[in-house]
């Protein structure tokens, strides 16, 4: 990242696959979330689902990766997001992030941003903030 980094700059999209069983599997194993709605169509049937989703930390650690690969790790300053749909298996989750407001906060200039985690279809699964040191 360089001083050219104004409001109204668009992150890079993270384009994902479409959303596996075998993801919702691994990430159940990776992050120790095994509630078996997210991979267990019978579990998930009877809580009134067609089929299991995702994780919402899934879609949270998408977002990440469309942090860090924007900007090194250690930029990091906040981070919060906002569950607002699920993601279902098979779909296709696109990580978007903007620039929204830049300022200087103790001598480090800061970039605010808005974010979002958009499926194929244009339903938005997640909305979130991050401020990245810049």
């Given amino acids: 990242m360089t001083a050219q980094i104004a409001v109204g700059t668009e992150l890079?999209?993270?384009?994902?696959?479409?959303?596996?069983?075998?993801?919702?599997?691994?990430?159940?194993?990776?992050?120790?979330?095994?509630?078996?709605?997210?991979?267990?169509?019978?579990?998930?049937?009877?809580?009134?689902?067609?089929?299991?989703?995702?994780?919402?930390?899934?879609?949270?650690a998408y977002l990440g990766r469309l942090l860090t690969g924007w900007a090194p790790q250690s930029a990091l300053r906040s981070f919060a997001v906002r569950f607002v749909a699920i993601t279902p298996v098979h779909g296709q989750p696109t990580c978007t992030g903007r620039v929204t407001a830049i300022e200087e906060t103790g001598g480090e200039r800061r970039a605010h941003l808005d974010l979002a985690v958009t499926l194929a279809d244009g339903t938005v699964t997640l909305r979130g903030d991050a401020v990245l040191a810049l």
């Fill in 12 to 60: 890079p999209p993270l384009e994902l696959p479409p959303i596996s069983r075998a993801t919702l599997a691994l990430f159940a194993g990776a992050s120790g979330d095994h509630n078996p709605i997210h991979i267990d169509l019978d579990n998930a049937r009877s809580a009134g689902f067609d089929d299991v989703f995702a994780h919402g930390m899934l879609s949270m």
